[in-house]
Nanobody, 114 residues
Framework: QVQLVESGGGLVQPGGSLRLTCAASGSAFRINTMGWYRQTPGNQRELVATITRGSTTNYADSVKGRFTISRDNAKNTVFLQMNSLKLEDTAVYYC????????WGQGTQVTVSS
């Protein structure tokens, strides 16, 4: 089993920045893909960004150029640097990890509001 602990969400004004962190623990060896998804009420969970163990990244078009995903393989930690935040980035952000199966974090709220 892999446990995921997220941190870094909060309230920020449009144009501001936040950094999300997700640390994997437990049987967290040979984790392949790590990433972030987000969800708003009434909508499906959507991809934000993923990164493989070899650092290949994938971003949703809506966040390209504003968000940067990175990871520390030694610490089984993934980061999401979010810059130039927009109102429409408001959502619950979920950490995602793929090992022999997928795991999800509990979610952290990001609210962009003036």
């Amino acid at each position: 089993q892999v446990q995921l602990v997220e941190s870094g969400g909060g309230l920020v004004q449009p144009g501001g920045s936040l950094r999300l962190t997700c640390a994997a623990s437990g049987s967290a060896f040979r984790i392949n893909t790590m990433g972030w998804y987000r969800q708003t009420p009434g909508n499906q969970r959507e991809l934000v960004a993923t990164i493989t163990r070899g650092s290949t990244t994938n971003y949703a078009d809506s966040v390209k150029g504003r968000f940067t995903i990175s990871r520390d393989n030694a610490k089984n930690t993934v980061f999401l640097q979010m810059n130039s935040l927009k109102l429409e980035d408001t959502a619950v952000y979920y950490c995602y990890v793929l090992q022999y199966r997928s795991y999800w974090g509990q979610g952290t709220q990001v609210t962009v509001s003036s």
